[in-house]
């Protein structure tokens, strides 16, 4: 069972930057696809960006120039480096991952809360 755990959420001002990790348990990166999501209350869940195995990166088109998504594959964690923030980026970020194979992630980390003060 591939277990995900967020870190790295907080309270930072607009303008500011941040970087989420996510460290995967049970599983190698090999053949993986690794993504985050965020939610605000009332809404749905959100992609923001996701990066394959291979380092082949896609990225929502409300945060390209801003954040940048990498991984390191010999720590089994990924990353959200997130610049420029604006108030609303504030949501909870999930990470999560599936098989390159499939088309639905399955695995999701337990959330981690980004708040941007304007």
């Known amino acids: 069972q591939v277990q995900l755990a967020e870190s790295g959420g907080g309270l930072v001002q607009a303008g500011g930057s941040l970087r989420l990790s996510c460290t995967a348990s049970g599983r190698t990166f090999n053949n993986y696809v690794m993504g985050w999501f965020r939610q605000v209350p009332g809404k749905e869940r959100e992609f923001v960006a996701s990066?394959?195995?291979?380092?082949?990166?896609n990225y929502a088109g409300f945060v390209k120039g801003r954040f940048i998504i990498s991984s390191d594959n010999a720590k089994n964690t990924f990353y959200l480096q997130m610049n420029s923030l604006k108030p609303e980026d504030t949501a909870v970020y999930y990470c999560?991952?599936?098989?390159?194979?499939?088309?639905?992630?399955?695995?999701w980390g337990q959330g981690t809360q980004v708040t941007v003060s304007s």
């Open positions: 999560a991952g599936r098989v390159a194979s499939e088309s639905q992630y399955d695995n």
């Open positions: 990066i394959t195995w291979r380092g082949t990166t």
